[in-house]
């Protein structure tokens, strides 16, 4: 069964420093990976996605994140925050397309980045 | 290009009554998933319709139910409201061949007194 590990439920940053959002996956099989952000009574919003390929994946709005299947980890970082960025951020994970089928997503319980100005 | 829109976008209820929430999915979009995010949690599968039948379920009861009409928007029940069922309501629509690429809707704020 997929299950996804979010570590740090708030953190706190600095405007313009860097930030590292951290997330652990567990399955069986060969993985989707995601991250979703959601800000203050909105709806998630697809910030980036690991599908196959290369490791490092580029999102929207600078972020990017990084698919170690041997730390079975895909953290999320971003080089410069800025205010903006201040939401609720969310790993998911789902497994690959089975034709027919249905890919479940799980999703983690999330980290709250508080940009401080 | 309108994406996946939900109404209402509050409700407030009272226990033992019925709701029905509506979703109207991303154009071209032909799946549609429910999830419940309580405060402070990630999302819940509650469950996916494609072409108006149920294809999956995750751990909700039967008092969670919904529909799929032929121009792809949904709707959730939910029979019974209890106060545990205060929540975020999410919906998503995807295309069926690539369901893990979801667009979520705002959400509907449910609050059952």
């Known amino acids: 069964a997929q299950s996804v590990t979010q570590l740090d439920s708030q953190v706190p940053v600095f405007e313009e420093a860097p930030v590292e959002l951290r997330c652990n996956y567990s399955s069986s099989v060969s993985v989707y990976l995601f991250w979703y952000v959601q800000y203050p009574n909105q709806g998630l919003q697809l910030l980036l996605k690991y599908l196959s390929g290369s490791t490092l994946v580029k999102g929207i709005n600078g972020f990017e994140a990084e698919f170690n299947k041997s730390q079975t980890s895909f953290h999320l970082r971003k080089p410069s925050v800025h205010i903006s960025d201040t939401a609720e951020y969310f790993c998911?994970?789902?497994?690959?397309?089975?034709?027919?089928?249905?890919?479940?997503?799980?999703f983690g319980t999330g980290t709250k980045l508080q940009v401080i100005p | 290009d309108a994406g996946v829109t939900q109404s209402p976008t509050h409700l407030i209820k009272t226990r033992g009554q019925q709701v029905t929430l509506r979703c109207s999915p991303k154009?071209?979009?032909?799946?549609v998933s429910w999830y419940q995010q309580a405060l402070g949690q990630g999302p819940q599968f509650i469950f996916q319709y494609y072409e108006e039948e149920e294809r999956q379920r995750g751990n909700f009861p039967d008092r969670f139910s919904g529909h799929q009409f032929p121009n792809y928007s949904s709707e959730l029940n939910v029979n019974a409201l209890l106060l545990g069922d205060s929540a975020l309501y999410l919906c998503?629509?995807?295309?069926?061949?690539?369901?893990?690429?979801?667009?979520f809707g705002p959400g509907t704020r449910l609050t059952v007194t």
């Open positions: 154009s071209g979009h032909d799946t």
């Open positions: 998911a994970v789902s497994d690959p397309i089975i034709p027919g089928g249905y890919q479940k997503v799980t």
């Open positions: 998503a629509s995807s295309l069926e061949q690539e369901d893990y690429e979801q667009y």
